[in-house]
């Protein structure tokens, strides 16, 4: 039934679409593209079925996912056990049979790895931050680090895809649509629902399209992905030898051919795809806008560092993040690659972290100083974590670490989020100590910063209500201030 | 203000619910129904709103109380002493009507914290009438085999081509609705074009038939059409996102596979109208025939289309799990047009299907000889075992359907049976490693009996059940899918859910009539197409009337044409096919066209053969649609953006979504734009004046002519183009540097450029991409 009340919908935006049309084809205010169109949103998007039970905290999200699972040993779960038990055995009574990825379970031992790194306490809740992350540790009072995030897939693929969709398998839509479908977008011009990917030099794992797909949503909902070539968005770009206003005109005219074509057929759709027309039109101006850093001033530079000038870098990316989120854009969705340190972690993990450091911090500054921290989520962290044990070969210097779905560290920042330290592991790092945080509990906490009740956004397919937390999941209010 | 703007949310909220149930068949404005059924006014509400605590699944159920089964529902409650869910007859006594229309929280049904929401009032009068009338229980309409009925009487009997107008006329007129004219004839051939070919017609089938005035000359048409072996390739299309076919092995690395054979062979079976039973026996269990042949073991490559892991550090068991639940939701959701799948971890909580029904199912698949994990990335194979070899001989033989022009050997991934049988486990919350007790395999009890006498516990008995003719849902689905392919919208709107969460048919005796006719004509399926596109209702106007909109938003009740978008694939392939680009060759491993740069290598993890896009060049630049390369972890994104399946797992109908990232397709696709310069250039040759040029292009793209309107427009945007070109203000060069086909420098630049650019306003235009 859900999919009429989308028809449904489509139908009173097309037939609300007609009435903009008797004001004449290209009337449409082509004016300053960037200005959220806050005016319209509300009728269009009313019609969600979980629609903000409760005052939202948060309006936007930027989730800087970090894929491949970074060691949280290494960077926040600070073990000096391990330091001390360094080459011992990891012992039975910790490891209580839990399974293990095909990369390991042959090994005959599970040689414990202290970390290479040195760690410092920071702030007021006197968090424990390592030496690699020295910008991060430098924005700690804003943080909420969560200890004992875990998940159940102990495999990228299904582990990243359970992250991002609330199931290992199946073609959900992912998180950020089941947003752009509950909340909408608050920028006519812009996607609600937009991707970045970055690289590193780290072991990679790939993403894939199904992590920003729509699922059985409308693709409307479908999160469309920057890329760092000319064209920031697929198919932005009017061909080589056609300007603007060459532009402006074929459509104009093209919309004569259409208007006459519905009045001919009454078929609401046509009326559909000429406003898409414009739609698209508005968008070939306001995303090279937003995608310019030409015109960001040297402070902005210095703060998220010289790679934010380098388009397709993970500072480039969390730059751009900002200028989007800053514009209305829902779900900014950002995917940094190099984390599966299976093998020379320490040397590995030091250039991950020289990637990501200093611009992740300087987002949340920069959020900040904008005043826009309180009403942005924003959420950094991996698809699980990484084990205690040694992978491969063990050396006081070198090491590698195997997945890890038992504990691991996520931080969360900005709209209604509690700064702190959160759950607690023990002392080998293996197991969860206190306060237990399951990948559904992560994602019914996200929505309920967005002012949703994660029991209520549902869409019926196929004969079942689905939800992005399937059956389950229970809001940490510990967390939320 | 935040208050306020929630209230506005919550109001404007429940204004659309409001407006939405009105377009409902339950609205409180409907007249109760002179005898209240079961099946299409209680059961569905039953469905929605209480089975999930009273229905099937033994687990959750509350109170001991099922409301899907009369004995039960007529017992004394166990918790309510003294009362009656419901008494025949009695609705002031029966507990069910109290609780759903009570004001008490604690006492309403469904609870207010299960978010179900209350029933209205007509839903409330509904049950009163219901159990006033004897609350009688019926089976759930897909569960009883089809009959036909005798046809219905309608008024209007001279507008009937065929039997299918009786039961959509009969419809129309019980609500007050009048059929459309028949469309115009260009109109017309255009849709019967595209839906049997997935090709716009050419300019000489457009001439043919105008110029033909014969009473026959549609159905000529028509059979020319279904001779033509584009036919195949369009009707494989559906079945590609049923059997979710894809061209690399999915997940994480994401290598290259060998299963397009399978696909000819899919091409190869619709044009030799291979008999839709048989059709799906091969597919379920061609290798176990007597003294099978390589194409009925080629045709159990349908369930073998799915994603395989060649992720380091796997657990294989898991992932071979995986495989056999992938295999059973095909199998069900495509062949069946059920989603059992939630039976996987618990009973069903809507339809008769339990945890033991489900790995019964699953058993006739767990047999297989493959396994969950052949090793990683760096020796991936084209096929994983079993494996089908197919030699250079066979393919000048029985498989001379496949199109290579390596005469290498090639290997396909098929179906095959291990020697000794696995034994099947129900799973205890679908878990792999928590088996619990052992099952035989066995079909759904609840759709019809597996009578193990008449079927042999393994794939061939599946088959056997599954096209016998008292079957009732195998034919059924199966029409109502191509139904859906022609009428745009199935006559069961949810096309993969018959069950009793599914949508009610709107012409549930039609729908039988057809399935039944079907299975008695042999399940020719050529046939059932000729059925449909030569009925009155196909051969409609598409013209809505603001009534008409009004009415029936949807065209459920087809008193107009269908007139829909076409699927990504066919807009590809009418963009080529009209510009004279299209390379007509049938099958052959995948192509890969112009495609935005970068795209698989920013999400690649660097390993495998398809790391990075090497873009092919010469003739796989023009291939159909349906050849194009799916890679499944970045499927080629101007189709998905024009709602193709990502072919991630089974699936029967496609959205029909209108957006802007649609738009610069259209407007900036190099596709689009090199097909508008070489239409052009090609008109230039001819050396005609420019109205030839302009009608010409225009009834090659959008099949008809212009009329003196759009004439007037697409002759002032190429003077104003011509002018602009001349005048140097805009580069011809430039303009008509696109895409890699040859340039022809003996025509004049600045003309081409400017009917370039009109012939790209033509491909934008909402009719060109319309069926």
Redesign the interface.
């Given at each position: 039934m859900e999919k009429e009340i989308l028809e449904h919908r489509l139908g009173m935006n097309r037939r609300r679409f007609l009435s903009r049309l008797s004001l004449g084809i290209g009337s449409v205010a082509l004016g300053s593209l960037l200005i959220p169109d806050l005016f319209s949103k509300n009728d269009e998007e009313a019609a969600i079925t979980g629609l903000a039970q409760f005052a939202p905290k948060a309006k936007r999200i930027i989730y800087l996912f970090q894929n491949g699972a970074p060691s949280q040993l290494d960077l926040f779960d600070y073990k000096p056990l391990l330091q001390k038990m360094h080459g011992e055995d990891l012992p039975a009574s910790i490891r209580m049979g839990q399974r293990l990825t095909g990369m390991t379970a042959d090994q005959k031992k599970f040689p414990l790895a202290g970390t290479y790194f040195q760690f410092n306490q920071y702030g007021q809740a006197k968090a424990w931050i390592s030496e690699l992350l020295p910008y991060t540790a430098g924005v700690v009072d804003d943080l909420c680090i969560v200890k004992s995030l875990y998940t159940e897939a102990i495999n990228h693929d299904p582990a990243l895809t359970f992250f991002q969709t609330g199931a290992q398998v199946g073609n959900r839509p992912s998180m950020g649509a089941w947003l752009s479908y509950g909340l909408g977008s608050e920028n006519k011009n812009l996607p609600a629902f937009c991707v970045l990917l970055s690289k590193g030099k780290g072991n990679g794992q790939g993403v894939y399209s199904k992590l920003w797909s729509n699922g059985f949503l409308d693709s409307i909902h479908q999160g469309v992905q920057f890329s760092s070539g000319d064209s920031p968005v697929l198919y932005l770009n009017n061909p080589d030898g056609m300007n603007k206003t060459d532009r402006r005109l074929m459509l104009d005219k093209l919309a004569e051919l259409n208007d006459a074509s519905y009045k001919e057929f009454g078929d609401p759709e046509i009326n559909t795809r000429i406003q898409q027309y414009e739609m698209a039109y508005r968008m070939q101006t306001a995303v090279p806008e937003i995608t310019d850093m030409s015109r960001e001033p040297e402070s902005i530079i210095k703060l998220y560092g010289p790679d934010c000038l380098v388009p397709g870098t993970f500072a480039a990316n969390c730059l751009l993040a900002r200028k989007l989120s800053e514009n209305g854009v829902r779900f900014v969705q950002l995917y940094h690659q190099g984390w599966d340190a299976h093998g020379n972690l320490p040397n590995e993990i030091k250039g991950q972290c020289k990637d990501v450091d200093q611009s992740s911090a300087a987002l949340i500054t920069d959020l900040k100083q904008r005043g826009l921290l309180d009403e942005t989520l924003v959420i950094w962290g991996g698809e699980f974590g990484r084990t205690n044990y040694c992978q491969g070969l063990l050396t006081r210097d070198n090491y590698g670490r195997d997945h890890h779905p038992r504990c691991f560290t996520v931080w969360m920042a900005g709209g209604g989020i509690k700064p702190g330290v959160y759950g607690e592991t023990d002392e080998f790092g293996y197991n969860i100590a206190e306060n237990p945080v399951h990948v559904h509990d992560f994602h019914a906490t996200i929505l309920a910063l967005m002012g949703i009740d994660h029991e209520k956004l549902t869409f019926r397919h196929l004969g079942r209500r689905y939800r992005l937390t399937d059956v389950a999941g229970t809001v940490v209010k510990d967390i939320m201030a | 203000m935040?208050?306020r703007?929630?209230t506005?949310?919550?109001c404007?909220?429940i204004?659309?619910?409001v407006?939405?149930a009105c377009?409902?068949t339950h609205s409180s404005s409907d007249a109760l129904p002179e005898t209240v059924s079961y099946n299409f006014d209680i059961r569905p509400i039953l469905s929605?709103k209480c089975f999930i605590c009273h229905g099937p699944d033994a687990n959750k159920r509350q109170a001991s109380l099922r409301l899907d089964i009369a004995d039960s529902a007529y017992a004394p409650l166990k918790e309510t002493k003294g009362a009656f869910a419901i008494v025949p007859g009695k609705p002031e006594e029966s507990e069910l009507i109290k609780r759903i229309s009570s004001t008490d929280p604690t006492y309403l049904m469904p609870l207010p914290e299960s978010?179900l929401g209350t029933l209205n009032e007509h839903e409330i009068a509904l049950f009163k009438k219901w159990i006033k009338q004897g609350a009688k229980y019926e089976r759930h309409w897909a569960f009883v085999a089809p009959e036909k009925s005798p046809l219905p009487k309608v008024k209007n009997e001279q507008w009937t081509k065929n039997e299918i107008d009786y039961f959509i006329l009969s419809k129309m007129e019980s609500k007050g609705l009048k059929p459309n004219e028949e469309a115009d004839k260009e109109r017309l051939l255009k849709r019967v074009t595209e839906d049997i070919t997935g090709l716009p017609p050419s300019l000489q089938a457009m001439d043919d038939f105008l110029n033909d005035k014969s009473p026959g000359a549609y159905e000529k048409a028509v059979d020319r059409l279904l001779q033509s072996n584009a036919y195949g390739e369009k009707m494989a299309m559906h079945w590609l996102d049923v059997a979710r076919y894809a061209d690399s092995y999915g997940?994480?690395?994401?290598n290259i596979r060998t299963q397009w054979p399978w696909r000819d062979w899919v091409i190869h079976a619709f044009n030799e109208n291979l008999p839709y039973n048989t059709f799906l026996t091969w597919q379920i269990a061609g290798d176990m025939l007597p003294e099978a042949n390589k194409e009925e073991i080629l045709a159990t490559g349908f369930f073998r289309n799915h994603k395989y892991?060649e992720?380091?550090?796997?657990?294989?068991e898991e992932y071979r799990i995986?495989y056999i639940l992938d295999k059973t939701k095909t199998y069900s959701?495509g062949i069946m047009g059920l989603?059992v799948e939630?039976a996987q971890c618990h009973d069903h909580?809507?339809?008769p299907f339990s945890q033991k029904d489900y790995y019964s199912l699953f058993a006739f698949f767990n047999n297989t000889k493959e396994v969950g994990?052949e090793g990683d990335v760096s020796i991936s194979k084209p096929a994983k075992m079993p494996l089908l070899s197919i030699s250079d001989t066979d393919r000048k033989q029985l498989l001379n359907f496949i199109n290579d022009a390596d005469t290498s050997t090639l290997m396909v991934s098929v179906m095959g049976e291990q020697d000794t049988l696995r034994k099947t486990y129900v799973l205890d919350r679908g878990v792999y490693?928590r088996p619990t007790y052992q099952v035989l395999p066995a079909a759904l009890p609840a759709v019809m009996r597996f009578d193990t006498v008449q079927y042999p516990r393994n794939r061939l008995g599946l088959a056997a059940w599954t096209v016998n003719k008292n079957n009732p849902l195998a034919a059924r689905v199966f029409v109502n899918q191509l139904w859906q392919e022609f009428f745009g919208r199935g006559i069961v709107k949810?096309s993969?859910?018959f069950?009793?969460?599914?949508d009610l048919p709107t012409h549930p005796e039609l729908l039988d009539w057809l399935a039944v006719d079907f299975m008695e004509h042999g399940w020719d399926i050529k046939r059932l197409v000729k059925q449909m596109v030569m009925s009155a209702a196909y051969r409609q106007s598409?013209?809505?009337?603001?009534e008409k909109?009004e009415v029936d938003?949807?065209n459920a009740y087809l008193s107009r044409g269908p007139?829909f978008?076409l699927p990504a694939e066919l807009i590809r392939d009418m963009v080529l096919s009209s510009s004279g680009l299209l390379v007509r060759t049938i099958g052959g491993p995948s192509v890969k066209p112009y495609q935005?740069?970068?795209?698989w290598e920013?999400?690649?993890?660097?390993r495998g053969a398809l790391a990075t896009y090497k873009q092919d060049h010469g003739d796989s630049l023009y291939r159909r649609g349906i050849y194009t390369f799916i890679k499944?972890?970045?499927?080629p994104?101007?189709m998905?953006?024009f709602?193709a399946s990502?072919r991630?797992?089974c699936e029967v109908k496609r959205?029909k979504?209108?957006?802007?990232?649609?738009?610069?397709?259209m407007?900036?696709?190099?596709t689009v734009?090199e097909a508008s310069r070489v239409l052009s250039q090609k008109l230039m040759e001819e050396k005609k004046d420019e109205t030839y040029n302009l009608t010409k292009a225009f009834r090659l793209i959008i099949c008809r002519k212009p009329d003196d309107?759009?004439m007037k427009?697409l002759k002032?945007?190429y003077d104003?183009q011509l002018q602009?070109f001349k005048q140097n203000k805009?580069?011809a060069d430039?303009?008509l540097?696109?895409g890699e086909y040859i340039q022809d420098d003996k025509v004049d630049k600045n003309s081409t450029a400017a009917l370039m650019?009109t012939i790209?306003?033509i491909y934008?235009?909402?009719?060109a991409i319309?069926k």
């Open positions: - | 935040l208050s703007l929630l506005l949310f919550a404007i909220t204004c659309v619910f407006i939405n377009n409902n929605d978010h997940y994480q690395d994401d892991t992720e380091g550090g796997v657990i294989p995986e959701r989603t939630c909580k809507y339809d994990y490693d949810s993969g859910d069950g009793m969460q599914g598409a013209v809505a009337s603001k909109i938003p949807e007139r978008r935005p740069k970068g795209l920013q999400a690649t993890s660097g499944l972890t970045v499927p994104p101007s998905v953006i709602d990502n991630d797992q959205l979504t209108n957006t802007p990232l649609q738009a610069l397709i407007l900036n696709d190099p734009l309107k759009e427009i002032s945007y104003e602009s805009l580069s430039t303009t540097m696109q650019k790209e306003m934008n235009m909402d009719e319309t």
